[in-house]
């Protein structure tokens, strides 16, 4: 069995140190206790830290790595949003390290610690579902490695870190809005899970939607899809056993509208006679499918361009100012870009 290499979590777990102060030593930080930095040198020659890692050349001042985490490869909205990534980033001669998190937040934040030991000079991050603190990511900021966060965002952080998003109430409320036009009574909306921001956004959407036209919002019509993944058949059946069924379905993401159609084909219902189902996000899988699926369109790609140009500023910009001796202040930045209603046959 290969042996694994050392890294500076095992550094900071037998010294009893954080992850950032081993970081900040091996890198020659002035701000560190001198007794400490001996210490965490002398491990890291010890347990073949040094030859295995720092001797690839973390110790230049500029790595041209950009890290990208996203929570699941196989959504190809963040395939997508990649694609944009790469399009700003290759002219530029950055090469990109993709970690995905598996929708799982203690893998976050090892994929940011692994980050943080590639030295990477920036890192571009798509939270997961049941990410709920940004500790790991104000590990990084004092690491002075910049980030921008796309997509899923932590509403309530008060981390001065761009963020790249669309306006995910409005989606709900067009999906919504479209269905009512259609002349569908019966809106169902099978959420994300409940904790998640985007999830409570695009619900609130649909919420309002429903006000607005006079339709009530009975709880049995809201329905959540609580993993995003094996749970779309169990919130599908607790809408179907409804003595009204709900003759529209609005689905949190397009992956959880392609399942809901193949499940209402195994059931043998007609779409959209019977059933409309609608999705959002914009998966170019949609125009295949069939029925080829109505949706509410991100700007995926542009997403990861937009997004990939502001961390470009941000490394610029601090770059500028400590060769210039002064102290770079980072300041919050929201960049909101707009969604489109494609109409299909799902509905």
Avoid: W
């Amino acid at each position: 069995m290969k042996k694994r290499k050392p890294t500076i979590k095992d550094i900071a777990r037998k010294l009893d140190i954080s992850v950032s102060t081993v970081s900040r030593a091996i890198r020659g930080a002035e701000d560190i206790n001198p007794v400490t930095k001996r210490k965490v040198l002398e491990l890291a020659e010890k347990i073949g830290y040094k030859k295995s890692v720092l001797a690839a050349g973390l110790a230049s001042k500029k790595s041209f790595l950009i890290g990208v985490i996203i929570p699941e490869l196989t959504v190809p909205f963040f395939g997508t949003a990649i694609l944009g990534i790469e399009e700003f980033l290759k002219p530029l001669g950055y090469d990109l390290i993709i970690l995905h998190s598996d929708e799982n937040a203690q893998n976050e934040s090892d994929c940011i610690d692994l980050l943080i030991d590639r030295q990477v000079d920036g890192i571009l991050i798509s939270l997961s579902m049941n990410t709920t603190n940004d500790d790991h990511l104000r590990r990084a900021m004092e690491e002075e490695i910049p980030l921008v966060v796309f997509d899923r965002i932590l509403p309530n952080s008060e981390l001065p870190i761009p963020r790249v998003i669309v306006d995910d109430f409005d989606a709900g409320f067009q999906a919504t809005q479209h269905l009512i036009n259609k002349g569908y009574k019966r809106v169902a909306f099978i959420t994300g899970p409940v904790d998640m921001y985007i999830s409570q956004k695009r619900q609130e959407g649909y919420v309002r939607a429903m006000e607005r036209n006079g339709r009530p919002t009975s709880a049995e019509y809201i329905v959540p899809a609580t993993d995003l993944r094996r749970s779309v058949g169990t919130a599908l059946d607790k809408l179907m056993v409804l003595k009204d069924k709900p003759d529209a379905i609005i689905a949190f993401n397009d992956p959880i509208a392609f399942k809901v159609i193949s499940l209402l084909h195994k059931r043998g219902v007609k779409i959209p006679t019977q059933i409309a189902v609608m999705g959002i996000s914009g998966d170019a899988m949609g125009e295949l499918f069939y029925p080829s699926l109505t949706t509410i369109n991100q700007p995926a790609k542009e997403m990861g361009f937009v997004a990939a140009n502001l961390l470009i500023d941000r490394v610029t910009a601090m770059k500028k100012a400590k060769d210039e001796g002064k102290l770079f202040i980072p300041m919050s930045i929201l960049k909101t870009l707009p969604i489109e209603l494609i109409e299909r046959e799902s509905t």
